[in-house]
T-cell receptor
Framework: QQQVKQSPQSLIVQKGGISIINCAYENTAFDYFPWYQQFPGKGPALLIAIRPDVSEKKEGRFTISFNKSAKQFSLHIMDSQPGDSATYFCAAHPRGGSEKLVFGKGTKLTVNP | NAGVTQTPKFQVLKTGQSMTLQCAQDMNHEYMSWYRQDPGMGLRLIHYSVGAGITDQGEVPNGYNVSRSTTEDFPLRLLSAAPSQTSVYFC???????????FGDGTRLSIL
């Protein structure tokens, strides 16, 4: 029942580099696309989110790009830092549904010093 | 500022035992959810609630029960534990539909 496909599964980036994580969805009836960041031993925490009427949203070093026609959205982390090392999950919220948030399988990001 | 509190943090059970995972939030959020996280599987929704007295099934509800008698609490019950239920369980709350979810730090459950 996987409706959100996330890639890559793992990513290694050098400090100062750009980290890019991609997600694609199959169901057009999604209307909210959050990204969560999870550190070991902790619960996921909301990082940034976008709605489909916007093609890009930027918050500090984190940017979401959204391509509605391609049903794809991606997270870009500029000037990646070792402290960004974590697992990142994209998610999608069905339009008209109650709270059935659908998550991608996650990307483990390692930023080397 | 507690947010979402889950107890216990760790638990080991034997097959066939029952137990309740506790979840409490102090943010007066209407929506609460339970997820399980398994390696390579991401987060999968077990059950959710949109308010006191209202619950519904998620993607993987079998073997679990929930109830929501108050806005603050949303316990998850394992009726007869099975090794396939070994996982990390997360509770989350949000103020409304399509709003950011706030997660607890999880309960790590092992079924022997």
């Amino acid at each position: 029942q996987q409706q959100v496909k996330q890639s890559p599964q793992s990513l290694i980036v050098q400090k100062g580099g750009i980290s890019i994580i991609n997600c694609a969805y199959e169901n057009t009836a999604f209307d909210y696309f959050p990204w969560y960041q999870q550190f070991p031993g902790k619960g996921p925490a909301l990082l940034i989110a976008i709605r489909p009427d916007v093609s890009e949203k930027k918050e500090g070093r984190f940017t979401i790009s959204f391509n509605k026609s391609a049903k794809q959205f991606s997270l870009h982390i500029m000037d990646s830092q070792p402290g960004d090392s974590a697992t990142y999950f994209c998610a999608a919220h069905p339009r008209g549904g109650s709270e059935k948030l659908v998550f991608g399988k996650g990307t483990k990001l390692t930023v080397n010093p | 500022n507690a947010g979402v509190t889950q107890t216990p943090k760790f638990q080991v059970l034997k097959t066939g035992q029952s137990m309740t995972l506790q979840c409490a939030q102090d943010m007066n959020h209407e929506y609460m959810s339970w997820y399980r996280q398994d390696p390579g599987m991401g987060l999968r929704l077990i059950h959710y609630s949109v308010g006191a007295g209202i619950t519904d099934q998620g993607e993987v509800p079998n073997g679990y029960n929930v109830s929501r008698s108050t806005t603050e609490d949303f316990p998850l019950r394992l009726l007869s534990a099975a090794p396939s239920q070994t996982s990390v369980y997360f509770c989350a709350s949000s103020p409304g539909r399509g709003q950011p979810q706030h997660f607890g730090d999880g309960t790590r459950l092992s079924i022997l």
